[in-house]
């Protein structure tokens, strides 16, 4: 599973760390990364009966989203923003649907464009800074 640390104290090296399925204690001795754990960290995660069982750092530069993916959500369906929620963007993703239906439409242009801009690399990234995957 993948999380972010919430929080860490370096003294007694112990953290919490918040997953989609909920927030997990952690100390130091199930950390399996020669990179220090720090506040905002990126992490994989393994569980067994709520308790976390190890914990390493997450390398972010490894591209995740797919920019075929986010290429033919921007064109088809950029209207409503999808392929910004695709990417992490949530904000823009609701404003482009917000602004397409305030329009009555001609916002479509926006997420269409877009669409467009992945095809030239004009985004090349998703919202944790990653790169896309060809």
């Given at each position: 599973?993948?999380?972010?640390?919430?929080?860490?104290?370096?003294?007694?090296?112990?953290?919490?760390?918040?997953?989609?399925?909920?927030?997990?204690?952690f100390d130091i001795s199930i950390w399996?990364?020669?990179?220090?754990?720090?506040?905002?960290?990126?992490?994989?995660?393994?569980?067994?009966?709520?308790?976390?069982?190890t914990l390493a750092f997450l390398d972010?530069?490894?591209?995740?989203?797919?920019?075929k993916i986010a290429v033919l959500l921007?064109?088809?369906?950029?209207?409503?923003?999808?392929?910004?929620?695709?990417?992490?963007?949530?904000?823009?993703?609701?404003?482009?649907?917000?602004?397409?239906?305030?329009?009555?439409?001609?916002?479509?242009?926006?997420?269409?464009?877009?669409?467009?801009?992945?095809?030239?690399?004009?985004?090349?990234?998703?919202?944790?800074?990653?790169?896309?995957?060809?």
């Amino acid at each position: 599973m993948r999380g972010v640390i919430a929080k860490y104290d370096t003294e007694s090296k112990s953290g919490v760390l918040v997953s989609g399925s909920g927030k997990f204690k952690f100390d130091i001795s199930i950390w399996n990364s020669s990179r220090k754990p720090e506040e905002g960290m990126d992490v994989q995660f393994h569980q067994l009966n709520g308790k976390i069982t190890t914990l390493a750092f997450l390398d972010m530069s490894k591209a995740v989203k797919s920019k075929k993916i986010a290429v033919l959500l921007g064109i088809f369906l950029g209207w409503a923003g999808v392929h910004r929620f695709y990417l992490g963007f949530y904000k823009l993703g609701i404003a482009q649907a917000i602004l397409t239906v305030v329009t009555k439409g001609a916002g479509a242009v926006w997420g269409f464009t877009e669409g467009f801009l992945l095809v030239r690399d004009a985004i090349y990234k998703d919202a944790k800074g990653r790169p896309l995957k060809d």
